[in-house]
């Protein structure tokens, strides 16, 4: 009886209670940034996001329910991105340890010699294509390769930014079309449809996107902004050849990493397993960048212990080095766990925003009537578009973003005799792609953190990223590559 009572005083949301978070989460977050810039992601953003959290909670309890539904909603959220954060600060480690060994001046000292200002973001999207479809992860791209070709640009002086668009262009095209890809592998459950017809089926989108982003790529490189005036890259390449004893062993944590994946590690472990190779070798191999390391650490004259306090701190708070050259010093002086904490307290908030807003029926409220208005297919393509960006708006998480037009939609696309490759296909363009433009999405963070670049600064350069979904879109309206289907028993039922 008490139960059935409960029940009875819950109350559906109105269509106020589900625009309110959206409103609040507006004002917030363009308050933050009209009044910190580029630093509202420093701290201002987060708090926002907190703020958003406790507006939703509110509606919640308003509308009857408890404080812990809310808490154990919260609670959800947090499980689901526990693999996310344990990536993220494996990330951190891999990027001080790969400094410290070299591995990253390494790919820097060869990638100088090779790459060349006139063609040189094609050749970062293209690189970072190939790796991201050998190991299916865009974030591992973009975390290892992609930090040094943003390295070589900033020594060549060509844009960290448009490099970073063409590395998160790159990086996203590979992981679509892997089948090692989560998200690839996780579309396709969701929307009952086989892996590799997925695939096939997001190449109609994703190869056409690619070739747009090449071609921008190219113009960009060749009558873009001009290289900018930096210290010359002789200076640069004997300083870095001086500092460290650059080899091809160096890039063996590397290969350690896409073993690892390609052989299906979970990605944490794998990156982390690279970052204790990557720590031990570099005790070997770089004796005196681990002895002055050691010195600037303050760390034990031991010299066994004082290697390990030297790798263990730059796994813990990232490797620092002194070079008298800023354009280096800039370069290397990064990576550690805790250089990601402001990024995790990010997406905290922002999945767990997202929750609220799933757990309590405030986005089926939204999403609902927009399935109803959609009377057309293309009219349909353009309500999962809207939904999945959205999602990776307010939810801040590209697994809502993912699952959840999928998972709405999936019977809409059934009733309408469209097969469930179509909906997968849109699903991933608008739910995996885009987030990575979005500054306080788990993905956008990421990619900010890791690069050094600021979401809003690379956004207007991530070709691929923009182009994708628009395409599915307009596939949807002009019905190219539209797959029909007879409509399930379980769709006529409905």
Not at 313 to 326: E, H, K, L, P, V
Request: glycine share 10%; hydrophobic share 50%; proline share 4%.
């Amino acid at each position: 009886m008490t139960d059935s009572l409960e029940q009875r005083a819950i109350r559906s949301p109105s269509l106020a209670d589900a625009i309110i978070p959206l409103v609040a989460l507006t004002v917030l977050i363009g308050s933050s940034i009209a009044l910190f810039g580029l630093d509202a992601l420093d701290g201002p953003i987060q708090v926002a996001l907190v703020m958003c959290c406790a507006v939703a909670a509110l509606i919640a309890l308003k509308n009857g329910h408890r404080w812990s539904a809310v808490q154990e909603a919260g609670q959800g959220a947090l499980s689901s991105i526990t693999s996310a954060l344990f990536i993220l600060l494996a990330v951190g480690a891999l990027i001080g340890t790969w400094n410290l060994s070299g591995t990253i001046p390494t790919l820097v000292y060869y990638g100088i010699q090779v790459l060349s200002p006139g063609y040189f973001y094609v050749a970062t999207a293209t690189i970072c294509g190939g790796v991201a479809m050998s190991i299916g992860s865009s974030w591992t791209t973009a975390g290892t390769v992609g930090v040094g070709l943003v390295g070589i640009a900033t020594m060549l002086g060509v844009s960290p930014a448009i490099t970073a668009g063409a590395v998160i262009s790159g990086a996203y095209l590979g992981d679509k079309l892997s089948p090692l890809s989560e998200t690839t592998i996780l579309t396709a459950q969701m929307v009952k449809v086989d892996l590799y017809t997925h695939i096939r089926s997001q190449a109609w989108t994703s190869v056409p996107a690619f070739v747009i982003a090449a071609v921008v790529f190219t113009i960009l490189g060749v009558a873009g902004p001009p290289p900018l005036d930096t210290v010359g890259e002789e200076v640069e390449l004997a300083k870095l050849s001086q500092i460290f004893s650059i080899t091809p062993l160096n890039l063996l944590p590397l290969a350690v990493l896409v073993i690892l994946s390609a052989r299906k590690a979970p990605a944490s472990l794998a990156l982390l397993a690279a970052s204790l190779w990557a720590g031990a070798q570099a005790v070997v191999q770089q004796h005196d960048v681990v002895e002055g390391f050691v010195r600037e650490i303050h760390s034990s004259t031991n010299v066994v212990i004082g290697s390990i306090q030297a790798v263990w701190r730059a796994m813990a708070n990232g490797f620092t080095i002194n070079s008298g050259i800023g354009e280096i010093d800039r370069l290397l002086s990064r990576g550690g766990m805790d250089s990601m904490l402001l990024t995790i307290w990010l997406i905290i908030g922002a999945v767990t925003f997202g929750a609220l807003l799933e757990q309590f029926g405030l986005i089926d409220r939204l999403v609902n009537p927009m399935i109803a208005a959609a009377k057309s297919t293309g009219r349909l393509y353009l309500s999962v578009f809207a939904t999945g960006i959205g999602l990776n708006i307010v939810a801040g998480d590209q697994y809502i973003a993912l699952v959840l037009p999928s998972r709405v939609f999936r019977l809409e696309f059934e009733k309408r005799g469209l097969a469930p490759q179509n909906l997968s296909r849109l699903a991933a363009d608008s739910g995996t792609v885009t987030s990575a433009l979005v500054p306080w999405n788990s993905c956008g963070a990421f990619m900010s953190a890791v690069l050094g670049v600021s979401t809003l600064a690379y956004l207007p350069f991530a070709v691929f990223n923009i182009v994708s979904p628009l395409l599915s879109v307009v596939y949807g309206y002009t019905g190219f590559k539209l797959v029909k289907a007879s409509p399930t028993k379980e769709a006529e039922a409905t």
